[in-house]
């Protein structure tokens, strides 16, 4: 399985961004799909998460901001982000899962400005 991220960028504090994420290769039973972020010198945290069947998670701290969507036609998730925040600033990643196996794509970095 191989992702590709795009829609990542510069935008000031406010804006909004929407990350794409398509995968391809072996698709199939992908079951989980989701998008983490790692800012310089900190872990790599989950921000959102989406089940086939459209189930969500999100983290606390962009719960009502965010929204991860899927297409799973396409084999693609969506991260719609609003209301940035400089705290915000990282990179992000797609993960997807399947069976007992995880992939990574390559990453996009979101940059907030105040």
């Known amino acids: 399985v191989q992702l590709v991220e795009s829609g990542g960028g510069l935008v000031q504090a406010g804006g909004s961004l929407r990350l794409s994420c398509a995968a391809s290769?072996?698709?199939?039973?992908?079951?989980?799909m989701g998008w983490y972020r790692q800012a310089p010198g900190k872990q790599r945290e989950l921000v959102a998460d989406?089940?086939?069947?459209?189930?969500?998670n999100y983290a606390d701290s962009v719960r009502g901001r965010f929204t991860i969507s899927r297409d799973n036609a396409k084999n693609t998730v969506y991260l719609q982000m609003k209301g940035l925040k400089p705290e915000d600033t990282a990179v992000y990643y797609c993960?997807?899962?399947?069976?007992?196996?995880?992939?990574w794509g390559q990453g996009t970095q979101v940059t907030v400005s105040t």
């Open positions: 989406i089940s086939r069947g459209g189930s969500t």
């Open positions: 993960r997807a899962q399947k069976w007992t196996s995880h992939y």
């Open positions: 290769g072996s698709t199939s039973s992908i079951n989980v």
